[in-house]
C-alpha cells in the first residue's frame, strides 16, 4: 500500500533550483503531527543516506553537504513536507526518497523522485 508520495524531481542545470514535496497517504498519518519526517537519496551502489530531518517538535537538521542550500518544511494540516533544493550540484543528483517515523509506528518510505543535476 501507498504511505508516502514524492512528487517535484526532474532534469535541472547546475546551479538550479527544485522544490521536492511528499504527502502521506494513508489513515495512519491520521495524527501527522506525531511524525518525525526526512528526506534521504540514493544513487546507485551507494547507501541511502540523509539529506534532512524535521522532527515533530520543528526541530531541524541537514547534512553537512547540503547545509546552506536546502530548506526542509513541512505542512502538517495537509500531511506535507517539502525540501527547496538551490544552487544543485552535479553530486546532489540521486533518488529522493520522504521517510516517517515514530517508535511506536516504526518508519515508512515513499517510492522516491528521481533528481539530475547536469553540469
Known amino acids: 500500500q501507498v504511505t508516502l508520495v514524492e512528487s517535484g524531481g526532474g532534469l535541472v542545470q547546475d546551479g538550479g533550483s527544485l522544490r521536492l514535496s511528499c504527502v502521506a497517504l494513508?489513515?495512519?498519518?491520521?495524527?501527522?503531527?506525531?511524525?518525525?519526517m526526512a528526506w534521504y537519496r540514493q544513487v546507485p551502489e551507494k547507501q541511502r543516506e540523509l539529506v534532512a530531518t524535521?522532527?515533530?517538535?520543528?526541530?531541524?537538521e541537514y547534512a553537512d553537504s547540503v547545509k546552506g542550500r536546502f530548506t526542509i518544511s513541512r505542512d502538517n494540516s495537509n500531511k506535507k513536507i517539502y525540501l527547496r533544493m538551490n544552487n544543485l550540484k552535479s553530486g546532489d543528483t540521486g533518488v529522493y526518497y520522504c521517510?516517517?517515523?515514530?517508535?511506536?509506528?516504526?518508519?515508512?518510505w515513499g517510492q522516491g523522485t528521481q533528481v539530475t543535476v547536469s553540469s
Open positions: 521517510s516517517a517515523y515514530t517508535p511506536e509506528m516504526g518508519r515508512y
Open positions: 494513508r489513515k495512519i498519518f491520521s495524527v501527522f503531527v506525531t511524525y518525525d
Open positions: 524535521i522532527t515533530s517538535a520543528g526541530t531541524i
